[in-house]
């Protein structure tokens, strides 16, 4: 199967049952007693209590609830968040299972992190920003990346060895074959990162708070590295200045 497809239909699938049934909680208008209110308090303080090292003898719990319950706390909000709970584990192993097949596939691992990065938003529309799902969500976008940048090195790697390989620089001073490849594939990443922030230009009046994959970031790794294994090379070197300077 295509690993990008399969993700994209798992995200597709997540937001359109986060929309239903979120659609499903405000036609119930669940109107919840204190007393539920209360347990959830007391359950999201016990959740803060294990991640941090404050010792119980010095913990205001009065002062510790305040901080963590909002004045506004909306208890159908909180129950939401955890009905998709369930689904985490076998979603993220899907996920991981399909980046391993296209670890070295630079152009599908970021389409992959612009569809988890336009569900990441979507979905935290209906969700806590600080739910299980949405964190779930957040540390596949975040894996993606990581291995995005990851199959840039190795792509880099491959690229200093083939150099020479390809027969280094030619008498007609034009870019070997491995050259013109890198260089092509350095365009189709662009071309898909400008189509991504297109869509989100339009989908948001604003880009402020998108978090893409740091362009600005990739294209030193990409171009950079042509430079360094051109003034490396003895063949190079060799070379007059001017014929330098058109190479």
Known sequence: HDPVRYISDMLAWCHQSIASEADFFNRLKLKTNQQLIEQIKKDKLKEEEQKTTISTETTDENKLVENIIDINFNAESYLFSHVFDGIIRPLTSRIEQSILQIDNDMLSLLRVS?????????????????????????????????TFIKSIENENNLLKKGFHINGGITNDLLPNKIFNDHLY?????????KQCMNKHLQQSSSADNINHVDIDHILPLMINILYDII?????????????????
């Open 114 to 146: 612009h569809f988890l990065e336009f569900y990441y938003h979507a979905m935290i529309q209906h969700l806590d920003h600080d739910s299980k799902f949405i964190t779930c969500i957040y540390n596949c976008w975040q894996l993606v990346n990581n």
């Open 185 to 193: 594939q350095t365009s189709q990443l662009l071309n898909e990162y």
């Open 231 to 247: 003034e490396q090379y003895n063949g190079y070197k060799k070379l007059s200045s001017s014929y330098q300077l058109i190479y």
